[in-house]
């Protein structure tokens, strides 16, 4: 045992830190003389503590990155108050970073087969561990479902090893899917997004949207900032925000968004009256909620066209119930409810080509509001939870 900090709104107090048993890697002689520093969540509501872990034993197939960025989102703050279950506590938060390759064990390409070596700038598909011999695998194929699948900042404890990315290194285990990040890209643009980049995307390619359709984001955090973005690019005719604060609605403004509206200073009949209005009083083809507010749902549903099809993935945990008449808002209006949980590698790699492509008309590192040091990570944490920036960055 040995003594570390806790961190807590960025100020420190002496407390005992755990020292993981990792044994140091021979091999890597300009790391073995270091620790590696992590900030680690011991428990739910519990100060961050900052741990100083040994290098890792690199086994055959697996990576090591230094970390450029990782991020911190919304799901960073549900784990912090304990509304996910299943969280090994303590863990390495951060579970989309961005990472320069450091060695690679028998490792040489990536996941798409790009030439991969020290120096790369890459990100990694954050699930791990789908068995791909479960029922969910192999007959319903949704991976996302298999009750063996591991998530890096999430589902594995800091005990494992350095298998989060609000670290000074990240171990990729082998295994995992690297993907090298296009080099019109940098790491700024990729993380801006972070996972709400991968599960925007993967929230309009739910929808199933058809070119010219009215595109209604409920929401303007990074997931809903993302879907209007993509949604664009798939051809949507308007697309329409609702949400907050109005910093966050002029960043949408840029990113394609034709009408935003603020929460705060319209009510839900203010908004519907004029969304009705702008659609000839039908309505938008497809609803997306990003918001993970319960009462978005029922005002989604609300304004939702008839045929329409709305696209729940805001809900990553459970943040209580609503009230929806399953007549008037579902059968009657012949609607198309789909949820999406998490995402696939392919929203990973096919979102970044596509914004690698289109990387003027999607400043996505904008998004971006304040990069903390490892030190500061208990500050990003509560600045994300008051919405004092939209997406704030670990940077080691």
């Known amino acids: 045992m040995e003594d570390g900090t806790v961190l807590m709104g960025g100020a420190f107090l002496e407390a005992p830190v755990h020292r993981d048993l990792l ?3 021979p091999f890597l002689q300009y790391l073995c003389a270091m620790s590696i520093r992590a900030a680690v969540m011991t428990a739910p509501e519990a100060p961050l503590e900052l741990w100083d872990l040994d290098d890792p034993v690199l086994e055959p197939g697996s990576v090591l990155l230094e970390t450029v960025a990782s991020e911190v989102c919304g799901t960073d703050v549900h784990l912090f108050h304990g509304q996910l279950a299943g969280v090994p506590y303590p863990i390495i938060p951060g579970h989309v970073s961005v990472g320069r390759v450091l060695e690679t064990r028998g490792v040489e390409v990536d996941a798409l087969g790009m030439s991969l070596g020290p120096g790369d700038e890459v990100t990694f598909y954050d699930v791990h561990e789908t068995c791909w011999s479960c029922w969910h695998c192999l007959v319903a194929r949704q991976p996302n479902r298999c009750p063996s699948r591991k998530v890096y900042g999430i589902t594995y404890s800091a005990r494992d090893g350095l298998l989060g990315g609000w670290a000074e290194r990240i171990y990729l285990k082998p295994g995992v ?3 090298r990040i296009p080099p019109e890209l940098s790491a700024e643009q990729v993380i801006g997004g972070g996972c709400g980049l991968f599960t925007g995307f993967a929230a309009v390619d739910r929808s199933g949207m058809s070119m010219g359709d009215t595109i209604l984001v409920q929401g303007a955090g ?3 900032l993302s879907a ?3 949604a664009g690019l798939s051809g949507a005719s308007r697309i329409f925000m609702i949400g907050a604060p109005e910093s966050r609605l002029e960043l949408a403004r840029t990113l394609g968004v034709d009408q935003a509206f603020d929460l705060d200073l319209t009510t839900p009949e203010e908004r519907k009256d004029r969304i009705l209005t702008l659609t000839g009083g039908r309505g938008p083809d497809v609803v997306i909620e990003a918001a993970g507010h319960p009462s978005a749902v029922p005002e989604g549903l609300s304004l939702l066209r008839d045929g329409g099809t709305y696209v729940v993935v805001g809900h990553y945990s459970d943040v209580g119930e609503v009230s929806v008449n399953p007549h008037l808002d579902v059968n009657r209006k012949h609607a198309r409810i789909l949820g999406q949980w998490g995402t696939d590698f ?6 970044l080509t596509l914004l690698a492509r289109h990387r ?3 400043p996505l590192d904008r998004i971006v509001g304040k990069t903390y040091p490892l030190e500061e990570a208990g500050q990003a944490l509560a600045d994300v939870e008051v919405l004092r920036v939209t997406k ?5």
Do not use: D, S, T
């Not at 704030?392 to 080691?396: G, T």
């Open 23 to 25: 044994a140091p890697a």
């Open 177 to 179: 899917k690297v993907f």
């Open 222 to 224: 990074p997931v809903g």
């Open 228 to 230: 209007a973005a993509f």
């Open 346 to 351: 392919h929203h990973l790699a096919r979102a």
């Open 360 to 362: 003027e008309a999607l």
């Open 392 to 396: 704030a960055l670990i940077a080691p």
